[in-house]
């Protein structure tokens, strides 16, 4: 691919100094609470993203003010477990920065928004004195790695879990520049210290995710990532890995050649040694071959379809010095979170928590507070958004249920709600076209109604919803998706599985809320006649509408 044709990023990332650009200048500019435009692009692989309230763009415009200038800042917590200081941590910097709100994402880690210009250096050190970063959360580079969330799915979980550390360190950027400019401003002067074999000077062409999934659960939706490993155990023992690549759900809203895509299962590695290797290459591949030039074809998942799979995994085996078995056997049969109170392998406790679309209400963040300060607990954020209170000892879990019934925390919801999802969207996402986080709510208590209706109120459908095509709230699949694609309007998706197997299709273009209802009842009725013996709603939409 010739330089004249790379894309603006991409001169921005490699004039950037390690990702220093002018971010020291930026925080300094008192005339706004922005940064300046490079740094916009920066300041994402610090784990931050400049956002602006829409809600009151108008308003503010016509008092010929600027935006309403905030930051985003997500945390790097690979495989998502925090200890109960942590967590109290977490809690005072969002009472003291922002808006208070705290964010559990669909990758395992918590973000919190409205953060000022002016806060951002102070929030950041607070982290850091608490060990939590936010290196590398966003940006082109690999981001915050995931895995199956809940100790109870193996008694060899904490093994497994294990990789996600491992995996996230050996794929850090090696750039100083996040401490020089956020905590002490001491400058790396000697910058060979810095050589980044695996990043060089220009990342990669496009974000990069990575799941690790512990059957029988799915929990991570492990086919939506770029890398996708799939934990084979036998007889309790860890035997290796089935590696799929290519994952990837964003789209564009009439862009042809933008696509949903499902990873594809490679083969499998029998060593850790190997596994590294594979996933380290993999990288190295999409650095060398992925597109540069048009970011939204720029994914893993457009570099293998161009290359070929074949000829892909040819070259992975070849830098990685590795020959990839056949991949194992494996089923998934779950995906939710598994809820209320589970006991462990060692008989330790945990208690999932129910989040709704990720955003912590007061009272449970007051009775979150409260039980960090036992320091009864570990803190667990699960890719649904929730969660799990862990390794609570036998006889402390009497102390956890009295909270849970002091702070009226709720403990009984829908199949429905307890499978829904969303993404921020509205007011903060600047590509949300429609509502999605603050909307999914609403629309799922008016659509409970109609599963008591037709009987099928304890049906765990899945029920997703993003305010834009690009897939943060993994509608893609989910059994009923929803797609914004303007205000108040959606493409209702079906056909998605019930474990993330399968991806759904677009039944209907552009819904209103009451075009939506109508649409649902009689897909329920025709559901709860026609379905046959154990069908998901999903398999059944399948069936009846896209084969």
């Known amino acids: 691919m010739s330089q004249d044709k790379l894309s603006p990023i991409e001169s921005i990332k490699q004039k950037s100094d390690g990702l220093r650009g002018t971010l020291s200048q930026s925080l300094q500019d008192n005339y706004t609470g922005n940064v300046r435009p490079d740094d916009e692009a920066l300041i994402k692989f610090h784990g931050m993203y400049v956002q602006d309230d829409r809600d009151r763009r108008q308003e503010r415009a016509e008092k010929k003010l600027d935006k309403l200038y905030s930051f985003m800042i997500r945390l790097r917590i690979p495989g998502g477990v925090i200890t109960a200081k942590q967590w109290q941590a977490i809690h005072e910097i969002s009472e003291q920065y922002g808006t208070g709100v705290l964010k559990i994402t669909t990758r395992q880690t918590i973000q919190l928004h409205g953060l000022l210009k002016h806060q951002l250096s102070d929030t950041i050190k607070g982290f850091i004195t608490a060990k939590l970063d936010a290196i590398a959360a966003c940006g082109d580079v690999n981001r915050n790695v995931i895995c199956s969330s809940h100790p109870q799915v193996s008694p060899i979980f904490e093994q497994i879990h294990n990789y996600a550390d491992r995996i996230s360190t050996m794929l850090l950027p090696k750039t100083q520049s996040y401490y020089e400019i956020w905590i002490d401003d001491q400058k790396v002067y000697d910058r060979s210290l810095e050589s980044d074999p695996l990043y060089e000077d220009n990342y990669l062409p496009r974000k990069f995710k990575i799941a690790i999934a512990i059957p029988p659960t799915n929990d991570v939706d492990v086919f939506a990532n770029d890398i996708g490993l799939i934990a084979i155990i036998e007889n309790e023992q860890l035997i290796g890995f089935n590696i799929a690549i290519g994952g990837g759900l964003s789209t564009t809203h009439g862009n042809e050649k933008t696509y949903s895509r499902l990873a594809t299962v490679i083969g499998f ?27 939204k074809q720029a994914r893993l998942k457009y570099t293998i379809d161009q290359m070929g799979v074949d000829n892909f995994v ?41 989040v709704e679309n990720g955003v912590v209400q007061p009272n449970q963040k007051e009775f979150l507070s409260h039980l960090a300060k036992l320091r009864l607990s570990d803190f667990r954020f699960t890719c649904n958004q929730n969660l799990i209170l862990g390794e609570i000892a036998t006889e402390d879990k009497w102390m956890v249920e009295k909270l849970i019934k002091q702070f009226t925390i709720e403990t009984t919801v829908s199949g429905l709600r307890e499978s829904s999802m969303a993404c921020v969207a509205m007011p903060t996402c600047p590509l949300a076209l429609a509502e999605a986080q603050r909307y999914l709510p609403v629309l799922v208590s008016k659509v409970e109604p109609l599963l008591v209706k037709h009987d099928l109120t304890n049906d765990q459908i899945s029920i997703r919803m993003t305010g834009c095509p690009n897939g943060c709230g993994r509608s893609y699949l989910a059994e009923i998706g929803f797609v914004g694609t303007g205000p108040e309007q959606y493409n209702l998706m079906l056909g998605g599985d019930r474990y993330g197997t399968r991806l759904n299709k677009v039944y209907k273009a552009k819904l209103s809320e009451q075009e939506i209802l109508e649409q649902l009842d009689i897909l329920f009725d025709r559901y709860k006649k026609e379905a046959l013996d154990s069908e998901t709603f999903g398999d059944f939409s399948h069936r009846k509408f896209f084969t």
């Open 314 to 354: 040819a070259e992975l085996e070849k830098r990685a010095g590795v020959r990839l078995q056949a991949p194992r056997a494996y089923t998934f049969t779950e995906r939710n979170d598994r809820k209320g109170w589970q006991q462990a392998e060692d008989d330790s406790w945990y208690y999932t928590l129910f």
């Open 269 to 295: 590695s029998d060593n850790e040694q190997d596994t590294m290797k594979l996933i380290y290459e993999v990288l190295t591949i999409q650095r060398d071959y992925g597109n540069r030039s048009d970011r």
